[in-house]
């Protein structure tokens, strides 16, 4: 049993790059969110989607795009990174998004922008 | 605006004691739910436990026990007899009803445990 799968572990880019990173659940949840994980501050949520096709904006959005072509599959897009994206990204899902339902994590893409 | 507070950045406990890591929460709403969640250095967050607002008995979890006194907006995450494998950071984290935001989790900022022998 995978759970959420994150793809890469670890990267580096120049600033102004672009790149994707993956995530796929096999648990068949609906919902899918993206944190991202930065020294004292805890998670804050960039994206969620409640389903394929629904995607909508969390308490940091601003420099990354989403997409929900699927069940299994949200990547989190970064346009132009940014040092300020230097970060411990999460992906998350859970059955619906309730409020009683634990979100189970990947385990994380490292990323820092040069 | 919802809240988590966890006011103890760093904890230490000998192995085999118990501990207690402190969380509390703000909210206007009635139904929630908190959680609580452990880092460990390899980075996963790994769910331990969930507590929801109308849940008259304490969650518990194995070792792990939600100490819940709602009055005072306060979700204690109790550690029995720890084990040096509980050394990690811990999260506490809520969720809420509100729709423009389903299912955000709220983090607080981390407690971290060290557990020694």
């Known amino acids: 049993n995978a759970g959420v799968t994150q793809t890469p572990k670890f990267q580096v880019l120049k600033t102004g790059q672009s790149m994707t990173l993956q995530c796929a659940q096999d648990?068949?949840?609906?919902?899918m969110s993206w944190y991202r994980q930065d020294p004292g501050m805890g998670l804050r949520l960039i994206h969620y989607s409640v389903g394929a096709g629904i995607t909508d904006q969390g308490e940091v959005p601003n420099g990354y795009n989403v997409s929900r072509s699927t069940t299994e599959d949200f990547p989190l897009r970064l346009l132009s990174a940014a040092p300020s994206q230097t970060s411990v990204y999460f992906c998350?899902?859970?059955?619906?998004?309730?409020?009683?339902?634990?979100?189970?994590f990947g385990d994380g893409t490292r990323l820092s922008i040069l | 605006a919802q809240k988590i507070t966890q006011t103890q950045p760093g904890m230490f406990v000998q192995e085999k004691e118990a501990v207690t890591l402190d969380c509390t929460y703000d909210?206007?709403?009635?139904?929630?739910?908190l959680f609580w969640y452990k880092q460990p250095s390899s980075g996963e967050m790994i769910f331990l436990i969930y507590q929801g607002s109308y849940d008259e008995q304490n969650a518990t979890e194995g070792r792990y026990s939600l100490n819940f006194q709602k009055a005072r907006k306060s979700a204690n995450l109790v550690i029995s007899a720890s084990q040096l494998g509980d050394s990690a950071m811990y999260f506490c984290?809520?969720?809420?009803?509100?729709?423009?935001?389903?299912?955000?989790?709220?983090f607080g900022r981390g407690t971290q445990l060290t557990v020694w022998p």
């Open positions: 984290a809520m969720s809420s009803d509100r729709g423009s935001t389903l299912g955000r989790l709220y």
């Open positions: 998350a899902s859970s059955y619906s998004g309730g409020k009683n339902q634990p979100q189970h």
């Open positions: 909210t206007s709403d009635q139904s929630y739910g």
């Open positions: 648990m068949n949840h609906e919902y």
